[in-house]
């Protein structure tokens, strides 16, 4: 595994909201969105993105079981001569190309923003979808990262309140902005915390 | 007879451990106990006649029958001289039995403290459940058949979160009643009073067990179910009440009614035309249609709701009577709906989002977030005026016009643009939202009229989306984001300008209304004189606190929460309350 130590961890102490300091190195710098002007803006339109080694990791992922898939399909016509298993094959291989080939624009799509009293994530190009979440509704931050995603060094930062509907789930951050973004966001939540 | 609950302080909540009713056993394990006596009898039936009826007992020649009781234990017992060792082995069981339910009921305590519900259970496997007083959502009184023939009552205390409730089963009916009004009154933030008042019932793990206290507690129960009234609580007038004929009729009028009709009449016209068994195929759907049929309408039967001091109280059960109260600020969406079927007759249904703490496996969620089954308009007023107490009645009948039965001249809600009407297609003229000063308000459907109300202290989150199609024609779905429950809050092709405006409005009255909302201590700031006139005014406990701790003497209304050790701390005062930044 091609561990990458990740030097610009952020020290920054966490205050209050307005103080977290996101460390945008390595992160995309350009969101794509929709070119039609009736698109959903949410001021500031400034936002916050992934991380470039999620691109790669995706990529290696989805390219893998590309690979796997034509393997397999190479291995199945020569063994058992079933020419006719290139249909399923071929259309899954086909599908899982377009996915590959869409996937840069994809995760330029996603992006959060922390404005003063809420956190603003949007996700999608084709199907925008752009929630905000008050500070004080998390109930909990959860982060989770496989073995494919630590060796890359990047984590899932997932906001659960109390409706199972709201589904903010952040993919490809680095490990140290998950981390302090998670602190800064139990910070501010609790010193917002009401009822549910 | 009976104290009212409010008079004071119950035994039970004075922050020690207590246990449940002696009889809880017998009504938790009852049901085994009779399904295990009720196999052993049908498999001696036999025996058991020829021991006690013995002239009923055909003359039989035992070698004609003799491998029938070839593997019959009993004879074998008798035969081999077993009989004291079986009848040992019997009462050691016997005793086991009963030690065991003894046990567990000696280990499964209660314990009601200032800021939390708990309860300890198990003999060899311990656990240990607690509910936070200021996260309650509701609490609820369940009186089976049986258990109410005993003078006995569940108590469960809704917690926030799936599976988190905290059940007290059982305890006698009046203390029941004693318990939910404390924990109601301690999760308001109110203080009880110092003293206990002489409850009474007594000390439930008193000597009330025996044969005299069964049998009087069957005919208190008895009485009680005939009268059909609540012991221990002043009853609060109920300010709606439905006639039986309206709840069977608005049953008759559902969907699944007219779906049933369709599919019998599929079944005849098949049947006419020559596969006669269809028919019989037909009869178990029928059968079960009624059993829901009736079950929902007993459900339905002896409905009521009322206002109390901590909250709406809403009774219904025939059998059952579940009796639940919730409290101010558990409601996260309300929804007037009215089918088709019913318009004719002007009835509506009233549904809530609440937390119910019960998973969605269960099926029951639908008992507990129908607040108003079937009613008339007057009824929906009246109901929806203790569900949103701060807007004025006033207010109503304009928004019932526009909102529930609207579009009207002068329509303040924001629409489905003209444009767009393709995706909606029949509803595009009611499809909209309106703001008021506590709520968003979303009015939805032709076929299912339907308004919701989502209250701004309340919603979770806000998202919009987009697809190609919205895009092309310039509009954007809206959804709020409650807590699980029938009510979406969904709301398809608003402008896409009026969308983003309503984004950031929603999200901003949801930052103003949490940050001023209280309610999870909703009568903290509220002096309780009418309980207990001889309490302390909160503001002089925080007072002395400030001076016991940080040796400050002037008085300083609002501490910084670090001033304050822990929540355990007494004199729980609204300062404590962490809603300063």
Known sequence: MMSTPDPQADPTPVTDSTSWVVDDAGTFTELREPSSPNRLVIEPNQWHQLSRKYLTLQLLTHGALLVLIVVAGFVLTAVARAEWIWIPFGVVALLSLWGIAILPRQVRGYGYQLRQDDLVFRRGILWQRVVAVPYGRMQLIDITHGPLDRGFGIAQLKFVTAAATTGVTIPGLSQATAESLRDHLIAVAESRRTGL | ?581
Do not use: C
């Open chain 2, 1 to 581: 007879m009976s104290q009212p609950a409010a008079a004071g302080r119950s035994v039970l909540s004075d922050g020690e451990w207590h246990r449940l009713h002696p009889l809880t056993p017998l009504l938790r394990g009852g049901l085994v106990l009779v399904v295990v006596i009720g196999v052993i009898i049908a498999n001696l039936r036999d025996r058991l006649v020829q021991i006690f009826l013995p002239m009923f007992v055909p003359q039989i020649n035992p070698d004609e029958y003799a491998f029938e009781y070839e593997g019959d234990p009993i004879d074998w017992v008798v035969e081999n001289n077993l009989v004291l060792l079986a009848g040992l082995a019997l009462v050691v069981v016997l005793v086991l039995v009963v030690a065991g339910f003894y046990l567990s009921w000696r280990f499964h305590t209660f314990r009601i403290t200032r800021d939390e519900v708990e309860v300890r259970s198990g003999i060899l496997f311990r656990t240990h459940r607690r509910a936070k007083l200021d996260r309650v959502q509701g609490v609820n009184l369940t009186r089976p058949m049986i258990a109410r023939l005993l003078g006995t009552a569940k108590l469960e205390v809704v917690g926030a979160g799936a599976d988190g409730n905290v059940k007290l089963e059982y305890l006698s009916t009046v203390n029941a009643e004693q318990v939910r009004a404390d924990i109601l009154r301690l999760a308001s933030g109110r203080q009880l009073d110092a003293q206990p008042a002489p409850g009474p019932a007594g000390a439930p793990g008193g000597a009330l067990a025996g044969a005299a206290a069964l049998s009087a507690a069957v005919s208190h129960g008895v009485t009680g179910l005939i009268v059909g009234e609540d012991v221990g609580e002043v009853e609060p007038e109920s300010v709606v009440r439905i006639p039986v004929g309206r709840l069977l009729l608005s049953h008759l009028l559902s969907p699944i009614t007219v779906l049933l009709v369709v599919a019998i009449t599929a079944v005849i016209v098949g049947a006419a035309l020559g596969t006669p068994w269809l028919l019989i195929g037909l009869l178990p759907v029928i059968i079960g249609f009624g059993a829901f049929w009736l079950s929902s309408v007993f459900k339905g039967l002896r409905y009521s709701i009322a206002p109390t001091r901590n909250g709406i109280r809403i009774t219904y059960g025939l059998f059952t009577t579940i009796t639940e109260i919730i409290p101010p600020g558990r409601i996260h969406a309300i929804e007037i709906r009215q089918s088709i079927l019913w318009r004719p007759a002007g009835w509506w249904t009233i549904k809530i989002n609440r937390i119910t703490g019960k998973s969605v496996s269960e099926g029951t969620q639908d008992q507990f977030t129908t607040v108003l089954p079937v009613g008339t308009r007057a009824d929906v007023e009246r109901v929806m005026g203790l569900l949103v107490p701060e807007m004025a009645p006033e207010e109503w009948p304009a928004l019932f016009e526009q909102g529930v039965l609207g579009p009207r001249d002068g329509d303040p809600f924001t629409n489905t643009p003209r444009r767009a009407r393709i995706f909606t297609l029949l509803s595009w003229k009611r499809n909209g939202f309106a703001l008021n000063q506590g709520a968003l308000l979303l009015r939805r459907g032709v076929v299912w009229r339907t308004l919701s109300m989502f209250p701004f202290a309340r919603m979770q989150s806000v998202a919009l989306h987009q697809g190609p199609f919205d895009r092309m024609l310039r509009v954007a779905d809206v959804q709020v984001h409650t807590v699980l429950g029938p009510i979406s809050g969904r709301l398809s092709t608003v402008d896409r300008d009026a969308a983003l405006e309503l984004f950031a409005e929603v999200e901003r009255r949801t930052a103003m209304a949490s940050a001023a909302d209280h309610s999870h201590r909703w009568a903290a700031d509220v002096a309780d004189a009418v309980a207990a006139p001889a309490t302390v005014p909160p503001l002089t406990v925080a007072v002395q606190w400030e001076a016991g701790e940080g040796g400050q003497p002037q008085p300083q209304p609002q501490p910084q929460p670090r001033a304050i050790p822990d929540a355990d701390a007494p004199g729980r005062t609204p300062e404590q309350s962490p809603n300063q930044p």
